[in-house]
């Protein structure tokens, strides 16, 4: 049956509590970016605007004027001015007048000419760690190039004037010489007519030309004395009152968020580079089935390391027995007679996993025998509170095929222990000698399942020689301590020798990390 899309509960919580997990990092990554941004703001120098608006008339006047402007409209004319406006002539003259002591250069790198979309008008921006001075700048700045557009009008006036002037004198001059010439000519009474009347004709053509070229003059004096500003000042700038910058709320509020965020991209890559087992995921990933998963014990106190018998109640026990009947699901092929529990390393909770997993199965009316086959740090003696002598090396020693008592009773009805007895010093020897198989053969006559609690089964091969014996090996990991490099190779070494890797137990899971029941997680899970 294929998997149902949609959202997985288990990730939801895993990532809500990934982000419970490094919360305090994302809160001290704000705290520490956002305290840097704003002791930087409270040490930089406040900086203000003023701004100055000029507004851009099109020319007026007569033909000649109409003339030039025909070919650059206003909103044309504002996009050049504002070009003019940080040219060096200008910067020069504003240094000047108000006799600052900066270079033109830096002096265009504090204004903003901005011409006003769809408008005749350009605004002059200044910015200055003076209030009053942006504004004076800002202000003169306006006053020089209004002061430099009306020289550049009237210049073009003057010249006009001029040309037009020593034109008229020079016809004057003309008309003078050729009256001259046609009253001698009419005084001598040798005159040919035909002189006199070149001579009237010559006069005629003179006056006319001086006339229009009058009429020109006049006319260009006439437009000099309507002509209005083409750039004048529509609003001064005045000093302002708060700074443009630094703006201290601000900047610090989006370091606060770009501290934030800067810390949660180096929880994802720490959670990215960590190779740990943290859920049922990950076991998923290396292809192995997940069977369980179950809570941190307080292994300190045999009574509560033993929570199936002294608190069967509780979520954790509950979680034993949804293991057991995992294990039985998962072995339904294979009759399940000889499970040996190990781990990739020590310390992640096999031994207690063995001991919960025994008394389980003997209280769902299983006769069960639980071996402590750790001949190196043996425990199940401490859990069960019984005497670590007459054990397993004692079995294995005498090898005469019967138990000669090394197995007794727990407590726990249809459960009984063999300890490991006195440490040999060669266990991998021992445990990988016949005698074992013939140890389990004669418990498998006496009890359904028999439980072999191992080393850890990278740490030494006693485990994986015999996993072989076993008819299942249940791996134990521990959540966010076993490496799913570790968890990989120990499924291998015992598949390598024939060994049958019935799943995998998640131990040490944390319920308040990934939130809710254990019992709904583990549903989850396996819904997933």
């Known amino acids: ?7 997985n509960p288990l990730e939801l919580r895993r990532y809500l509590s990934l982000f419970r997990k490094w919360l305090w990092l994302i809160v001290l990554g704000a705290l520490v970016v956002g305290g840097i941004a704003f002791l930087v703001n409270r040490a930089s120098t406040p900086i203000y605007r003023s701004t100055l608006t000029l507004l851009v008339n099109q020319a007026s006047g007569n033909s000649l004027m109409t003339d030039y402007t025909s070919v650059i409209t206003s909103q044309q004319l504002a996009k050049t001015y504002g070009e003019l406006l940080k040219k060096r002539p200008t910067l020069q003259a504003v240094i000047k007048n108000l006799g600052l002591n900066i270079s033109p250069e830096r002096l265009a790198g504090q204004v903003t000419v901005t011409p006003v979309r769809d408008t005749t008008l350009i605004t002059v921006s200044v910015e200055d760690a003076d209030p009053p001075r942006a504004a004076a700048i800002a202000n003169e700045l306006g006053k020089v190039f209004v002061e430099q557009i009306q020289e550049m009008q009237r210049s073009r006036f003057s010249s006009s004037e001029g040309n037009l002037a020593e034109q008229l004198q020079v016809l004057k001059e003309q008309i003078a010489a050729t009256q001259s010439q046609l009253d001698a000519a009419k005084a ?42 083409n750039v004048t000042i529509a609003e001064s700038a005045q000093p302002s009152v708060a700074p443009v910058r630094p703006q201290t709320f601000t900047n ?29 995921e990950d076991i998923d990933a290396l292809n192995l089935t997940n069977l369980g998963l179950i809570a941190r014990l307080n292994t300190k106190n045999s009574d509560e390391r033993l929570v199936v018998v002294n608190d069967p109640r509780a979520p954790t026990a509950e979680a034993f027995r949804a293991l057991r009947t995992n294990i039985q699901f998962a072995s339904v092929d294979r009759p399940l007679h000889v499970l040996l529990v190990t781990s990739a390393g020590p310390s992640e909770g096999k031994s207690t996993i063995a001991a919960n997993l025994a008394a389980a199965l003997a209280q769902a009316g299983k006769r069960v025998a639980l071996i402590d086959a750790d001949l190196r740090r043996p425990s ?10 007459s054990g397993l090396t004692f079995a294995l ?27 040999p010093p060669n266990p991998a020897e021992l445990l990988g000698s016949n005698r074992v198989g013939r140890l389990l053969d004669q418990l498998q006559k006496q009890v359904d399942v028999v439980i072999v609690d191992t080393p850890p089964c990278l740490v030494v091969t006693d485990a994986v020689a015999l996993s072989k014996r076993a008819d299942g090996v249940l791996l134990v990991v521990e959540a966010g301590k076993t ?31 990934h939130g809710g029941r254990l019992d709904q997680t583990f549903a989850d899970a396996r819904r997933s």
């Open 1 to 7: 049956m294929g998997r149902i899309k949609g959202a």
């Open 188 to 229: 001598e009474s040798s005159t040919k007519p035909d002189e006199v009347t070149r001579l009237e004709s010559a006069l005629v053509q003179y006056q006319n030309s001086y006339a229009n070229l009058l009429k020109s003059y006049e006319d260009l004096r006439l437009a000099q004395t309507r002509l209005t500003d």
């Open 252 to 280: 610090t509020l989006l370091a606060m968020v770009v501290g934030a965020l800067l810390a949660a991209g180096l929880a994802f890559l720490i959670e990215y580079l960590d190779d740990t087992v943290k859920g049922p």
């Open 380 to 389: 199940q003696h401490r859990v069960f509170k019984l005497p670590n002598h």
């Open 397 to 423: 020693i005498q090898d005469k095929g019967e138990l000669n008592g090394s197995l007794r009773p727990s407590g726990v009805e249809d459960l009984s222990v063999m300890v490991s007895g006195d440490l």
């Open 483 to 513: 490496r799913r490099s570790a968890l990989e190779q120990s499924a291998k070494v015992i598949q390598q020798v024939g060994g049958n890797v019935l799943g995998v137990v998640l131990n040490k899971y944390s319920l308040k990390a």
